[in-house]
């Protein structure tokens, strides 16, 4: 980075214990901030933190409040946000793309401060609106505009009691009535109640809903999205012929209020039919600009990618989160050494640690790049797709692509924040199950993300079917992500040493091509094996569910980690990455690839792209040895990715390092920590009389 970069803005961090492992960093951690967001979002998110934690309503609770409290303080907290101005009006005026980031960023320095907060809007305002956006029309545009004023709280109801992954088996009906020109919503029996609903439980006065709209000649015409009244916006009480509850304590996120509804010949008007993609006449007649009811629903249901991007946003950051707790904590805790009676060694020197918890960090940095790149791609593709006059047939077609990404990379980017999370869990000891380190928070929050906006065992098969698609098909790849299946006869001929020959182990270009080996390979296990299932008789069905395990599943992680590896390489080839910048980032990329190899080790060695114990004692030895060299950056790295100490609330990842004080500190003001328990006295043996 050799232009002049303002960080002036970025607060400095605490003098202290950490200063030990900070100072041997050869680069300026604010800059290396700089690479891993964009300015004007870190100045955002700097400013939201500073607003929350000058306000007492967020002051952070120090123990475990009861669910109806923190749905409670969850809401009004809400509510705060509109006083708080935090989007100006001139936003509104940005183009698509722009406005997204804005709120995409804020939704981030929430998430950072308190997961049910951002999730709460992002369904109450962020989620409801773009779905608005995509499915609605200008008669819709005055929810749009009463979501965002606060006037009412709305939420997405789309599963059911009995059916989540497969919406295509939703039973919810809208039935059209000509003679009121209403629909008539109904709840066929409690297994098709709408449940697990994000603020529908206490709080939403308007759902929207997804049912199966009939018309009068008795037609399904599928699943269309609707505009529900749920309750008395002024009494918070809900409309006759809606039965509405909270569905009660969860493992984590209560401070959003998970509901259920039953609907019973509940009328709506005409208008509160989503009409984007399909209508009904005032007389009945249903008119769609898609011939196949299947369409509609898949066109729907993509509105929700800017979802699955805002959780892989959030989840990068849960990782970063976990990897900054574990590695502060590793730089500042001692244990054993050389000599019995000498000093002891920081944990962070220990080779079984650094092998621990580095990867996480390298993932840290390669993802949080890599889900900046494909957010910009996504918006752009979005806004392309706004300005063409055709622009719901081309975003459907453009998408296909970008949500074969979206669907592996969720599943990918969730499960690598959860394992690191336990991983830092155990890294960080006994102190580590402690509350306030808020791992054990962080975990419980961040668990449903794997499941929500699309299972991940299930959302990931949609990116294998794609690939599959293009392996057999013939492939389509405007966004590039698969044009290298056009070399695959070549690319199958290879092995590591063939590879290693055009291309140095330490290059860029080893790395994605044995990617692409294990690509080329698993499509053609895959897809022989299913075809030759069905040549034996087996439905399609069978053969693509008995081609998951071994195949496809692995097929669709190993492409979202071949994406965003080529997205930071694009990132870190633009001239701002310069010096020691590219040093450290060369260096997280080397440890997060070659991490992701030993753990596909066994596919190189099925497949026949290694023999023998030299590859994998290359990369092995590769990655050991790069963990040692990042030693030095770890502290300065998890200074870049981590937010103020106010929304990272960890009594053991803070700032300061000051680990015991912080500790003792937490210890002594446990409240009633010195106090005897109200409740002493049911826990007293009587004393037998002493013979004494
Ligand atoms: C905290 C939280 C908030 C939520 N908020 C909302 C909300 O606001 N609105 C809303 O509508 N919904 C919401 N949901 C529901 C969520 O979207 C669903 O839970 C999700 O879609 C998964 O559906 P399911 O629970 O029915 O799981 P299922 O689909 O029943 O899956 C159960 C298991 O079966 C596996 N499985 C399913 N099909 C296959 C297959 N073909 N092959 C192999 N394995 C398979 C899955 O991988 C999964 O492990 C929320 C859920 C949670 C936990």
């Keep these: 980075m050799t232009q002049s970069v303002d960080t002036s803005f970025i607060p400095d961090l605490p003098k202290g214990p950490l200063c030990i492992y900070r100072k041997r960093a050869n680069f300026d951690w604010k800059r290396l901030r700089l690479i891993f967001e964009k300015e004007q979002v870190l100045r955002l998110k700097y400013k939201v933190w500073k607003i929350l934690e000058n306000d007492p309503l967020f002051s952070q609770p120090i123990s475990t409040l009861p669910t109806d409290q923190q749905k409670r303080i969850c809401a009004m907290q809400m509510n ?164 509405v509850g909270d569905i009660g304590e969860k493992i984590g996120l209560n401070g959003i209020d998970n509901g259920f509804v039953m609907f019973s010949n509940y009328r709506i008007p005409r208008e509160n039919l989503l009409n984007r993609t399909g209508d009904v006449t005032p007389e009945g007649v249903y008119e769609s600009v898609f011939t196949e009811p299947g369409k509609v629903l898949g066109s729907a249901l993509e509105s929700f990618s800017a979802g699955r991007i805002g959780i892989m946003q959030e989840s990068v950051n849960t990782l970063s989160t976990a990897s900054i707790i574990a590695v502060r904590y590793a730089a500042l805790r001692k244990q054993f050494g050389p000599e019995k009676s000498g000093p002891e060694v920081a944990i962070i020197e220990y080779q079984l640690h650094q092998w621990r918890i580095f990867p996480y960090l390298a993932a840290s940095c390669v993802l949080k790049i890599a889900v900046m790149e494909l957010t910009d791609i996504y918006l752009g593709i979005i806004e392309k797709s706004q300005a063409d006059s055709n622009g719901f047939e081309l975003l459907t077609q453009a998408v296909s692509e970008i949500h074969a990404v979206i669907s592996s ?33 962080l975990r419980n929050d961040h668990d449903p993300s794997l499941t929500y906006e699309g299972d991940n065992n299930v959302l990931g098969q949609q990116a294998s079917n794609w690939l599959l698609r293009q392996w057999n098909e013939g492939i389509e790849s405007p966004v590039g992500t698969a044009n290298f ?33 294990m690509l080329c390979h698993l499509l053609e296990v895959t897809s022989s094996k299913i075809t030759k299932d ?93 963990c040692a060299e990042f030693k030095d950056s770890a502290v300065a790295v998890a200074d870049a990715l981590a937010p103020p100490d ?47």
């Design 80 to 243: 705060r946000m509109k006083q708080l101005d935090l989007v100006p009006k001139e936003i509104e005026q940005r183009s698509f793309s722009e406005k997204t980031k804005y709120l995409m960023g804020i939704n981030e320095a929430l998430h950072a401060y308190c997961p049910s907060l951002s999730v709460k809007i992002a369904l109450g305002v962020g989620l409801f609106n773009n779905a608005i956006r995509a499915m609605g029309t200008e008669r819709h545009m005055k929810y749009y505009e009463a979501a965002w004023n606060r006037e009412i709280v709305t939420c997405l109801a789309i599963t059911e009691l009995s059916h989540g992954s497969n919406t295509k088996c939703i039973r919810t009906t809208a039935t059209y009535d000509p003679t009121t020109q209403e629909f008539i919503i109904n709840t066929p029996d409690f297994e098709a109640a709408k449940c697990w609903v994000g603020n529908l439980g206490k709080t939403a006065t308007v759902a929207m809903t997804f049912a199966n709209l009939y018309t009068p000649d008795g037609a399904n015409q599928g699943l269309h999205g609707f505009l529900i009244p749920i309750r008395d916006p002024k009494t918070l009480q809900a409309y006759p012929g809606v039965l």
């Design 409 to 441: 990379s969720k599943p990918m980017i969730t499960w690598t924040a959860r394992d690191a999370i336990q991983e830092a869990r155990e890294a960080c000891g006994g102190h580590g199950y402690l509350k306030a380190s808020k791992l054990g928070d």
């Design 485 to 517: 299946l056009k070399d695959r006869d070549n690319i199958l001929k290879q092995n590591w040493e063939s590879v290693l020959k055009q291309a140095p182990i330490d290059s860029f270009e080893f790395v994605l091509k044995c990617y692409e080996w």
């Design 534 to 626: 069905m040549n034996g008789g087996s439905h399609r069905f069978d053969a693509r569910n008995n081609s998951q395990v071994y195949g496809a599943r692995e097929m669709s992680i190993i492409y979202s980690e071949y994406f965003c590896l080529s997205r930071f390489i694009e990132r870190f080839n633009r001239p701002d990455v310069a010096g020691e910048y590219s040093k450290v980032l060369k260096l997280a990329f080397d440890i997060y690839a070659m991490r992701c190899f030993d753990r596909h080790m066994t596919t190189f060695y099925v497949g026949g792209f290694a023999h023998g114990s030299t590859f994998a004692d290359l990369i092995r030895t590769r990655l050991l040895q790069k």
């Design 646 to 692: 106010f929304a990272l609330n960890s009594i053991i990842g803070k700032s300061d390092g000051l680990l015991y004080e912080n500790l003792q500190n937490e210890f002594m003001t446990n409240p009633g920590a010195f106090e005897r328990p109200p409740w002493w006295r049911d826990i007293i043996i009587p004393q037998v009389k002493s013979k004494l």
